[in-house]
């Protein structure tokens, strides 16, 4: 979810010293993020960011989402 959201980016190329970087970069930083520190990192931002979207019919002319 954090790739999809848009907090990380997948790159596939070299550092500056010629080391290989394949993996993910933070998209505002452009810093490495480990596989392991990606929970850690966006986890919080993520659940804030997502989850079921209640529906008041009364805001869409009366529409039921039970229906």
């Known amino acids: 979810m954090a790739w999809i959201i848009g907090?990380?980016?997948?790159?596939d190329r070299k550092?500056?010293?010629?080391n290989p970087?394949?993996?993910w970069d933070d998209a505002k930083s452009s810093e490495p993020v480990d596989n392991?520190?990606?929970k850690p990192i966006y986890e919080r931002e993520?659940?804030?960011h997502s989850g079921?979207?209640?529906i008041e019919?009364?805001?869409?002319?009366?529409?039921?989402?039970?229906?």
């Open 46 to 48: 993520i659940l804030t």
């Open 7 to 11: 907090y990380i980016k997948h790159f």
């Open 57 to 67: 019919p009364e805001l869409f002319k009366g529409y039921d989402p039970k229906k």
């Open 21 to 23: 970087h394949i993996g």
């Open 36 to 38: 392991k520190d990606v």
């Open 15 to 18: 550092f500056k010293n010629g």
């Open 52 to 54: 079921i979207q209640l």
